[in-house]
């Protein structure tokens, strides 16, 4: 195999300069000549990875990503991006396997990340999962690295060059003390790249971003409201949960008396009861991902005299180190006095041969005005959120109730700018039935619910009820608020939750209720049938994609319209869609695809009042609203003369394709817009990339 030359920096293609003036760059004579060099390259040298993807590869045959979001908020004066061979001669990505102790901040405000770093990185199988394993700057090395990070019940892959911005010299954020070491400065990026730039990272939830690398499910907890602390921490552990904490009553990341910084994210990760020559105490080992600053008080490090009350047998098996590298015992009374918040993520996958600690269920679901987005409970239109059913059969150990956590996630609501007020609520079902009717709900008063209607990305309700039958329906505060959302059902072992079931029609006490989208769409399993007729080996291209839509469309009740659909339509949907440059959909891209397609058809239904299989002009600024896209007049002038038929109809196809560029091109600008400003800086490139490939 192939392995990689030193090159110098200068010799590095990616990122390209930020030229001051924008509009100059098309004279050759103003082009910097890097810029020329990195423009000859991708037009004459430049040719698709292994993959099939459009990323390019530079003069020295390394990978060169073109969809890291790079502008003038990326790269502070001075920022120079190299790759770890630039930095140092012998590059590894990891040394002596990948531990909690290789973090150390940066120079971005994402402690809240690396706090999640270092919890995953206490769990090998969690880590595998995000970080392939295999990968290296030795055998097969060509410059790209490949992370995974769950999205909305799935994970997604993210691919990266390794290039890293650095100053003098040295990396300017994430790094690891041991500077032969780039694990966690590439997944800092990558993740980055996920979020929407570096500048995304500052400020941020740990929970996020450990839902993120673990898919699992986070509750946040008042510590001081937790009873028999030891024990409930040594169960959490037990069970394979990450458990992040914090001190948020200060100034952001200044310091109490005692060392513990207000504002600033720790890993809790173990609890121990310690043998000390009077008695037994217990501790629990706290990770500032600082790297140092740590805890002064009673058991530190440095200072700690209790230690002395520890045989060194002790110690050995708690793998006490005395340094200040940022990992500190303290006991769990002074845990109490200095930390007053706890974010803890359980987790649900099945990599570890301990066992699944949860039984999980999900469900995707959306809020589609007039059709599926009731409000909140105490309006009169709060029948009309979805419902799913789930059964509690078998109690806990040594209990008579049964545990469960349920989790609501509004998706993307980072990329729409919209934060949805969210809130779940739960009812016993009817006796013989899995709905709750209208009247139902005007009588019924829930036996769990939210306490408030939160902006979160995620609420979560951990609690335990009676064995039984029961309805949870997740709503919004406002009524007719578009969003899509995830509703994940966790049981403890052997306590089965069912899916949601429709109710049967042969039931008459039950008024049916139906999506539009289901008279003019095929059911999922037929949907996937079609996929695999059409898209030869899981990959669906823009022809395949043109196909399946046609036989599609042909049999509901939009046909006819499929003369509507054309070749460039399925091009322009397969490349918004299209997150890593691949010009094709996979079997996972597609069913994201697909959720947006059946939403939309469901608008398209509502809003074509005359039942024409077209929109008219004035039909159209409604439906975009109740898709979640607001647009002002002028823009809908531009969508008058773009996107419409001769009669000035919208037809079923441009209608999905509207929609498809609307969102993407909204995505796009936000994902540049690193810090809300509403203003994005491009240089010819991104211009280039930007206009091109949609």
Known sequence: MRKSSRSSSSEVPLPPPQDDDVDSVCSDELLGSHSRRWLADLMTRGKPAESGDVHTTGRDGLFVDLHFPVGELEMPSGVKWKRPMEICPCPQFVVDGATRLDIRQGNLSDCWLLSAIASLSMHPSLLKQVMPPGQSFQDGYNGCFVFRFWQYGQWEEVKIDNTLPTQDNKLIYLNSPEKYEFWSSLLEKAYAKLKGGYRALNMGFPHEAMVDMTGGVT??????????????LSYLLAKRALINCANSQGELEKRNALGIMFRHAYSLTA????????????????LNPWGNTEWEGPWSDMKGPEWNTVSFEEQKRLGRVSREDGEF?????????????????HRTDKSETRGQPWHCIMHHGNWVPDISAGGPANGRFFWQNPQFYFNLSEVDRDQKTCSFVLALMQKYQRRRGIDLSIALHIYLAPRNSKYLSPEELNVLRPVLYSP??????????????????YIIIPSTAVHNQQGDFLLRVLTEQGNAATPANKPSPQDSSITERS????AALPSPKSTEQLFNKHCKNGICKPVHLYNLLTEIIQGGVLAGTEKYLALEHCKSLVILMDSQGSAHLTWQDFQILWDKIRRWTDIFLVFDKNQTKRLEYQEVAPALEAAGIMVDELIMQLVGLRYTEPNLTISYPGFLYLLMKLESMIYKFQANDVVGKGIIPVNYRQWLYMTMYN
């Open 329 to 345: 015992w303290m006991s769990v009374s002074d845990f109490q006095q200095n930390f007053d918040l706890m974010e803890v993520c």
């Open 515 to 518: 999506f539009p989208h289901q």
């Open 271 to 286: 609890v121990e009861k310690v043998k000390t020559a009077y008695g037994t105490e217990d501790l629990v080992r706290i």
């Open 452 to 469: 408030l209607y939160s902006p979160r990305r995620e609420v979560v309700l951990c609690d335990s009820l009676p064995p039984g039958r």
């Open 219 to 232: 509750e946040v907890l008042n510590i001081s409201e937790i009873r028999e602390l030891p024990a409930r």
